[in-house]
């Protein structure tokens, strides 16, 4: 199994920045593509970014220009830079852990960290 523990989230004033992380144990990090998944009260579950296992990497529209991830596979770690935090990104923020291996997927996720951007 693998485990995914996220950290860096807290509050912030609108324009101000934030660098979640995501580290892992439990099995070959580098196997996996990697993605950080959002969810504000009231709303479903959406996909902020993704970054697959050779550096491809994929941005919801709301945030493309101002958030970045990133993947640091000999420390086992997943990053998301977020710059320009407005209100609307207020959310628990996921990490996300994702194979297939002979056509079984393998998901897995974090429990979230709380981001709250208000003055």
């Known amino acids: 199994q693998v485990q995914l523990v996220e950290s860096g989230g807290g509050l912030v004033q609108p324009g101000g920045s934030l660098r979640l992380s995501c580290a892992a144990s439990?099995?070959?990090?580098?196997?996996?593509?990697l993605a950080w998944y959002r969810q504000a009260p009231g709303k479903q579950r959406e996909l902020v970014a993704r970054?697959?296992?050779?550096?491809?990497?994929k941005y919801a529209d709301s945030v493309k220009g101002r958030f970045t991830i990133s993947r640091d596979d000999a420390k086992e770690t997943v990053y998301l830079q977020m710059n320009s935090l407005n209100p609307e990104d207020t959310a628990v923020y996921l990490c996300?852990?994702?194979?297939?291996?002979?056509?079984?997927?393998?998901?897995?996720w974090g429990l979230g960290t709380q981001v709250t951007v208000s003055s």
């Open positions: 439990g099995s070959i990090f580098s196997f996996y593509d």
């Open positions: 970054i697959t296992t050779i550096g491809n990497t």
């Open positions: 996300n852990a994702q194979r297939t291996v002979w056509g079984i997927n393998n998901d897995y």
